[in-house]
């Protein structure tokens, strides 16, 4: 489930909201301001693998596992 995080433009709080079904948050947690937006979070940009290690999704493009780039060993 997707995780995003928003900011609200009244008070400038910052909160993360479990997105589910799609159902965003419709106002700011802290002061019940509607007037929130979504931020690119950097976690859009990482995954968690089994370890809870975080890893580049940006690796996702190589077809390797084991590594960031496509020019290890275990490369194919
Ligand atoms: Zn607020």
């Known amino acids: 489930m997707p995780i995003y995080e ?3 433009d009244e008070c400038g709080k910052r909160f993360e909201s479990l997105v589910m079904g799609g159902k965003e948050p ?3 947690e802290l002061c ?3 007037s929130i937006y979504r931020l690119m ?3 859009a ?3 968690r693998d089994k370890s809870g290690l975080v890893t580049k999704s940006s690796a ?3 077809s390797c596992s084991g590594c960031t ?3 290890c060993s275990n490369c194919s």
Do not use: E, I, P, R
Request: charged content about 10%; overall charge positive; glycine content about 10%.
């Open 69 to 71: 780039s496509s020019s």
């Open 45 to 47: 940009f990482q995954t």
């Open 41 to 43: 979070s950097a976690c």
């Open 60 to 62: 996702g493009t190589s």
């Open 6 to 8: 928003y900011q609200c």
């Open 26 to 28: 419709k106002a700011c």
């Open 32 to 34: 019940g301001s509607k």
